[in-house]
């Protein structure tokens, strides 16, 4: 059964650092990985979808990276602005679940302070 | 091109009754998903349709159901209403190929009293 991690549950950073977020997954068997962003109270965004063959996807200010063999994901968002003030949610497609159905992180709640 | 559509956005209902949400996904998706998100358990996969098929169930009770219609969108059923129910419900549409992304709508707030 695939889980999936993401650590820390919280992040608090001052405006202009950059933010690394972190996503660990069980089983390397996936389609893909995607991340998303929920603002308080909303429906999920989404940022970056990455395939399994790829290694990074980037979109402006944010950049993905995937490691499926070690099972790890990493959000990089440079240059933090308080906008950037959400939660972010790693989800993994899984190869074996017939169908698509996504796996989500608990999600990391991140601060950006002016 | 319009995004994914859920109505209602909110809905308080009673113990004991049934609900019905609505899902349109984005124009030529052919799949639609359907999660539940709580501060405890997170966000948890319900169902996926395909086609009007259902295609993978996730580990919930009979009393959730679904239904997809010959134009892609899609209804969620909760019957018997109990107050652990009361939830964030998220629709997400899809190509539904190997591989294809995700939209998810803005969801519907359900609170059972």
């Known amino acids: 059964k695939q889980e999936v991690t993401q650590i820390p549950a919280a992040l608090s950073v001052p405006e202009g650092e950059n933010l690394v977020l972190n996503c660990s997954f069980t089983?390397?068997?996936?389609?893909?990985l995607q991340w998303f962003r929920q603002d308080p109270g909303k429906g999920l965004t989404s940022l970056l979808l990455i395939q399994s063959s790829q290694r990074e996807q980037t979109s402006g200010r944010l950049n993905a990276s995937l490691d499926k063999s070690s099972g790890r994901s990493t959000l990089y968002i440079a240059a933090s602005q308080p906008g950037d003030s959400a939660t972010y949610l790693c989800a993994v497609n899984g190869l074996k679940a017939a169908g698509n159905k996504l796996t989500f992180g608990g999600g990391t709640r991140v601060l950006v302070k002016p | 091109k319009a995004g994914v559509t859920q109505t209602p956005r909110y809905l308080i209902k009673t113990r004991g009754q049934q609900v019905t949400l609505s899902c349109s996904p984005i124009?030529?998706?052919?799949?639609v998903s359907w999660y539940q998100q709580t501060p405890g358990q997170g966000l948890q996969f319900l169902f996926e349709y395909f086609s009007e098929t259902q295609r993978n169930k996730g580990n919930f009770p009979g009393r959730f159901s679904g239904r997809q219609f010959s134009n892609s969108r899609s209804e969620m059923n909760v019957s018997t209403l109990e107050l652990g129910d009361s939830a964030l419900y998220l629709c997400?549409?899809?190509?539904?190929?190997?591989?294809?992304?995700?939209?998810f709508g803005s969801g519907t707030r359900l609170t059972v009293v």
């Open positions: 997400a549409s899809s190509l539904g190929l190997e591989g294809a992304g995700y939209t």
């Open positions: 124009s030529g998706h052919r799949s």
């Open positions: 089983d390397s068997a996936i389609y893909n």
